[in-house]
């Protein structure tokens, strides 16, 4: 296949993953801008729930990432049978661990909160919140495996569709329900969540109903042909590739938790810029999970195909491509930090702890983009046991080190705190790159 016939497939899969990722950054960005009216305290408790939310929901990423690498090799092997098997089987393990992990949530909020580092003028909000919001896990659950699942299939349109439907929703009841506009009640902190819970209801409602569009690889009429039965093999597949995924991301959160708690430490005010710093760093990942989804998609599909070399010249395509969205992204962050900060804080000593966050992500951002491809090629072929040896070097280790050292020994405050995430993805791009370069990724079975 010539390179210009590749690079017109990579765009074409790739475009509606990266706006849909693009949007969800944005109606974050948005979600964060309209709780800033309520003041530092409300985006700071906001703050407080993410790293707890991420590690509630740590095993669904792991169960979505093993099933969009499986649903994309079966589509390769030409298995429409399995891949639907594959999904049916997911569907049934994501609702029984969500029955635990919501009950959980609800119950332990109190506790989460107070071990994230929230204080007195955050934890009440930011328990409300967390509630709100793990309370509504099944919505958002359900939306996310059937989503990855198609993904996995090259159909990344139906995914861009219900999560920009979701944000537009989210975005429009933070406008009713945080301030209370056009009759509806004053909720604040609450509102925001609830905002979010009914966005996730309504992509849910869509990711389902996806599973009946006739044309559709994955759908309701196959399920029905098989009876619904899930399959042991396809669930021990989605576990044998989903363990790994999980501690990896339980790694990630632990140095991603780590890095909020020291934080937090610094203040009300540092932290809430911190956190709209960790919502612009998100839009950065926008990009890059949206190429990451088709290099997932058309690696995996090649693999499965048997055509390596197939594969590793679209890892390369969707990184390059990657790799010039980062540079006009830095770019963009480097001229408008000011402007960017001024939209969600009047206080001068705030946009000054933001301009300083925004330089660091002017070079992060590149190294961010590329290692997330990367890895995303790593897992669609199966290697996921680097994956998760790389994450706990940078993320849990360096990261939280060079945290510590540069917050508690040398007092540098947002300096040190952002010195940390760098010195992460600096070596996860560095771990990502090398093996990706090696090629042994494309010759592990699954």
Known sequence: MERKTMVQEAVRVAWPAVLESFFVAIAGLID??????????????????????????AVFFAINVAVSALVARRKGEQRQDHANTILLTALLLTLI??????VASLLLADPLMKLA????????????????????????????????????????RIAMTTNVTSSIVNVLFNYLLIGGNLGFPKLGVAGAAIATVLGTVVACGMSVFSLFHKNSYLSYAWMSKMHFRPRMESCKKIMKLGSNM?????????????????????GTDAFAAHNVGM????????????MQVAAVALTGQSLGAGKKEQAR??????????????????????AGGRWFYSLYFREEHII???????????????LQISQIIYGGCLRAGGDVRYTLVASLVSVTLIRTIVTLVFTLVVPLGLTGIWLGIFSDQMTRFLFMFFRFRQGKWVDIAM
């Open 352 to 366: 000054s702890m933001g301009l300083l966050i925004c330089r660091f992500i002017t070079v992060i951002v590149i």
């Open 97 to 102: 661990l969500c029955t635990i992990v919501t």
């Open 32 to 57: 964060t801008m309209m709780v800033a009216t309520l003041g530092s305290y409300a985006v700071a408790a906001v703050g407080l729930t993410q790293q707890p939310k991420f590690v509630g929901l």
């Open 246 to 266: 999980f501690v990896e991301n339980i790694a990630m959160r632990v140095g991603f938790l780590a890095t909020a708690l020291l934080a937090a430490r610094l």
């Open 313 to 334: 010249k679209y890892g390369s395509i969707c990184q390059h491509i990657g790799f010039g969205i980062s540079v006009a992204l830095s770019v963009i962050l480097l």
């Open 117 to 156: 580092g929230s204080n007195s003028d955050t934890h009440e909000s930011a328990v409300t919140y967390f509630q709100i919001i793990m309370g509504g896990t099944f919505f958002n659950v359900i939306s996310l495996v059937i989503n990855a699942a198609q993904r996995g299939s090259g159909n990344t």
């Open 279 to 290: 919502n612009v760093l998100g839009l950065g990942f926008s990009f890059a999970d949206g």
